[in-house]
């Protein structure tokens, strides 16, 4: 297992992406960053105990499917990250690639990253990234509005984005910048909520031992009395 978590990862690539943004557009994203952490989590969002409902999701084949289709009877993880121009979304899902499917295959739980991009984007991250886990679209947030965890870029944050060459609009399959804060849910084979972290801060991610940990916990639990 790597011994550099994401949390190490993100401090290393930022101060590489600061000096090469400048200090200005540096700054906007920190206020970003800050405004974030400050407003705290949504309050109707997803908590432990909520059954997570079905969706409508489009593989990057933009073929048609649901939750429940992918995820099937087994408990699961769902990783829901912004999109593949996400530098930190990136980080996250290579981590994950290849620290936390290995762990999860042995104890027979899936792993699942759904964003609010196009296929394309989704296909461009999945090979990217060459991951091995289903990763798919979510158009118009559907699922992630139902889990209450939508939110948007600040006005400077876009205007940002765009210096850099890029909207988010663009990228997201309903031409909105709507996204979802950088959440993991962790359901059990019913499709209930067993474990949720929300990540208000883009910036920041659930770390791979941390989800193992929820993992073998339910995975436990559920296991028959001798």
């Known amino acids: 297992?790597?011994?550099?978590?994401?949390?190490?990862?993100?401090?290393?690539?930022?101060?590489?992406?600061?000096?090469?943004?400048?200090?200005?557009l540096s700054a906007d994203f920190s206020e970003e960053q800050a405004n974030l952490r400050s407003a705290g989590h949504p309050q109707d969002a997803v908590?432990?105990?909520?059954?997570?409902?079905?969706?409508?999701?489009?593989?990057?084949?933009?073929?048609?499917t649901t939750l429940q289709a992918v995820r099937g009877t087994r408990p699961a993880v769902l990783v829901f990250y912004r999109g593949a121009w996400c530098p930190y979304?990136?980080?996250?899902?290579?981590?994950?690639?290849?620290?936390?499917?290995?762990?999860?295959d042995e104890l027979g739980v899936g792993l699942i990253a759904i964003s609010p991009q196009t296929p394309d984007g989704t296909r461009a991250i999945a090979e990217g990234a060459q991951l091995s886990?289903?990763?798919?679209?979510?158009?118009?947030n559907e699922l992630a509005k139902k889990l209450g965890i939508v939110t948007e870029p600040s006005a400077k944050a876009r205007l940002a984005h765009t210096a850099l060459g890029f909207d988010v609009a663009d990228s997201n399959a309903d031409g909105?910048?709507?996204?979802p804060f950088p959440s993991v849910v962790i359901l059990d084979e019913d499709g209930v909520a067993r474990w949720v972290d929300i990540h208000v801060d883009y910036t920041t991610r659930s770390e791979v031992d941390d989800i193992i940990t929820a993992v073998r916990a339910l995975v436990v639990e559920s296991e028959p009395a001798a």
């Open 176 to 179: 909105t910048a709507d996204i």
């Open 47 to 64: 908590s432990v105990g909520d059954a997570v409902p079905d969706a409508d999701l489009l593989t990057a084949e933009s073929e048609s």
């Open 133 to 140: 886990f289903p990763v798919l679209s979510d158009p118009s």
């Open 1 to 24: 297992m790597s011994t550099a978590t994401i949390a190490e990862q993100v401090a290393e690539f930022n101060v590489g992406f600061e000096k090469q943004i400048g200090p200005e």
């Open 89 to 104: 979304c990136n980080i996250a899902l290579r981590t994950y690639q290849r620290d936390l499917v290995p762990a999860l």
